[in-house]
Nanobody
Framework: QVRLAESGGGSVQIGESLTLSCVAS????????MAWFRQVPGKEREGLAS?????VAYTGDSANGRFAISRDNAKMTLQMNNLQPEDSAMYYC??????????????????WGQGTQVTVSS
């Protein structure tokens, strides 16, 4: 079974940047699509960006043009720039099997990491 491990979260100030990483224990059919989601307590989890093992990326509206996803085989990153307080959340990486494109439908992702907390303050 594939395991995902996120890292790179932390506390930053408004306008700063962070890079989150997610490493899969191994690549398999069910890691064709990898994606980043985030969740604030009391709110639904929202999809930010996804990327296929071929590097085809999709960035959702929530990324707001400030986030960039990349991937090198089993490692995926999310570069987050100009962070704002509303970006404070638990960030999760997730993986699923083949689809074209790699949609950001939470229900389709069967493998999830434990999450990494991002806190943005003034």
């Amino acid at each position: 079974q594939v395991r995902l491990a996120e890292s790179g979260g932390g506390s930053v100030q408004i306008g700063e940047s962070l890079t989150l990483s997610c490493v899969a224990s191994h690549t398999a059919e069910n890691t064709h699509c990898m994606a980043w989601f985030r969740q604030v307590p009391g709110k639904e989890r929202e999809g930010l960006a996804s990327i296929s093992r071929f590097g085809v990326a999709y960035t959702g509206d929530s990324a707001n043009g400030r986030f960039a996803i990349s991937r090198d085989n089993a490692k995926m990153t999310l570069q987050m720039n100009n962070l704002q307080p509303e970006d404070s959340a638990m960030y999760y990486c997730a993986a699923k099997g083949y689809s074209v494109p790699c949609r950001l439908n939470e229900e389709e992702y069967k493998t999830w990491g434990q999450g990494t907390q991002v806190t943005v303050s003034s």
